[in-house]
């Protein structure tokens, strides 16, 4: 499977620079990182959340656990983590688990850790389980801070916490 069509055109329609790496298959955002040889933390995993009122992209460095109890607090919901059918009907055109990281591209909410503020730039899934999406840091956070629809939080935890 190619790069998502969605993700393409949104990165185009927005005039991203962006750069393709391909690496080995791998089923996880962390499994990615170690294959490719990219620091975790720069790997930027997306995680589909759903409720009563929809769905909600959470964007959170691969080494980093997201807190679902801290997110429901914040935004006064009780979401959830979406499941398998949801995931294909909202990515039709990504693999099963490659969820790409901005979920503005799929018209979704986007919920960013602020944690990501401190890395120096992002790889996001392109939509198969074997290619990465680089962003600089300032494409990134251009993408994520432009839109309502993005909004920085504290949303994680350190892995294995």
Not at 20 to 34: G, I
Not at 132 to 138: A, E, I, K
Request: charged content about 15%; aromatic content about 8%.
């Amino acid at each position: 499977m190619t790069m998502s069509a969605s993700l393409e055109n949104f990165l185009i329609e927005h005039q991203v620079d962006y750069q393709l790496v391909p690496h080995r298959y791998t089923d996880t955002a962390f499994n990615t990182a170690s294959t490719a040889h990219i620091h975790a933390s720069c790997i930027v995993k997306g995680v589909l959340l759903q409720d009563q009122q929809g769905y909600l992209m959470a964007a959170l460095g691969a080494d980093r656990a997201l807190d679902l109890e801290q997110i429901n607090r914040q935004l006064n919901r009780q979401l959830t983590l979406a499941d398998e059918n949801s995931l294909s009907q909202v990515f039709g055109d990504c693999s099963l688990g490659a969820v790409p990281a901005l979920g503005q591209a799929f018209g979704i909410d986007t919920l960013w850790d602020q944690q990501l503020g401190f890395q120096p730039g992002f790889y996001i899934e392109a939509g198969n389980h074997q290619e990465l999406v680089r962003l600089s840091y300032t494409d990134f956070m251009n993408l994520m801070n432009s839109d309502d629809q993005c909004v920085a939080s504290a949303l994680t935890a350190a892995a294995g916490s």
